[in-house]
């Protein structure tokens, strides 16, 4: 069955700081891979995908994540987060767009 | 981008009544819709997959008698919550996909909050 993990609930990081978002899943096939980000209010934002080819993904807000197969990890990553970073991020898998499977979400609190 | 609109943003209801929950695509059409549910500290779990001028399909475990989705038009889906108990209190999100040349893309509202005394 199709499963997303990310194991972080709440992660706090320091303005300027690095951000490594975690996230593990278990597909069956070749996954599709998905970071949104969700802030009050607002809808899901698509941040970055993966479908095939360069395993490092460049997405927006300067954000990128990296698959790693071996490790059935699609971590999100920013090298410098920015107060209006804060807010919910959700990993997901799905086959393309069709019915996503989404992970519970870490909640990103960005400290002056 | 892509703007999927929902109405209304909250609605508290009595126990026993029905609820409507629109879901507009507002600058492009899409034959295909999603209706998810989020629970708190939880994440996003897709209740059914709704199509144009078609019945929607289900996923397991969702009551297709209780929660009615209509998908009347390439512009909008509805979810109307029937007999609505104090357990259907959630987080509703819908999701509209577009499609162009580079794929397929889904798009998501801004949810709607029901509450059900």
Same mark, same amino acid.
């Given at each position: ?34 970071? $949104?980000?969700?802030?009050? /209010?607002? %809808?899901? @934002?698509? +941040? ?7 395993? =490092? !993904? ?30 919910? $991020?959700?990993?997901?898998? /799905?086959? %393309?767009? @069709?019915? +996503? ?7 990103? =609190? !960005?400290?002056? | ?117």
């Amino acid at each position: 069955a199709q499963s997303v993990t990310q194991p972080d609930i709440h992660i706090t990081v320091s303005e300027g700081a690095s951000l490594e978002l975690r996230c593990n899943y278990s597909y069956g096939a070749t996954p599709y891979l998905f970071w $949104y980000v969700q802030s009050p /209010g607002q %809808g899901l @934002q698509l +941040l970055l995908k993966y479908f095939s080819g360069d395993t =490092l !993904v460049q997405g927006i807000k300067g954000f990128e994540a990296e698959f790693k197969r071996s490790q059935s990890s699609f971590n999100l990553r920013k090298p410098s987060v920015h107060w209006s970073d804060a807010a919910e $991020y959700f990993c997901a898998v /799905g086959a %393309g767009f @069709q019915k +996503l499977v989404f992970g519970t979400g870490t909640r990103l =609190l !960005v400290s002056p | 981008g892509a703007v999927v609109s929902q109405h209304p943003s909250r609605v508290i209801c009595k126990s026993g009544t029905s609820v409507k929950i629109e879901c507009r695509s507002l600058d492009f059409q899409a034959t295909t819709m999603f209706w998810y549910r989020q629970f708190p500290k939880q994440s996003l779990m897709l209740m059914a997959t709704s199509n144009e001028g078609s019945k929607a399909t289900y996923e397991q475990g969702v009551e297709k008698d209780k929660f009615l989705i209509n998908h009347a038009s390439l512009t909008l889906s509805t979810l109307t919550v029937t007999s609505a108990h104090p357990e259907d209190s959630s987080f509703y999100i819908c999701s509209a996909t577009l499609t162009s040349r580079g794929g397929d893309e889904q798009f998501f509202g801004p949810g709607t909050r029901l509450t059900v005394l």
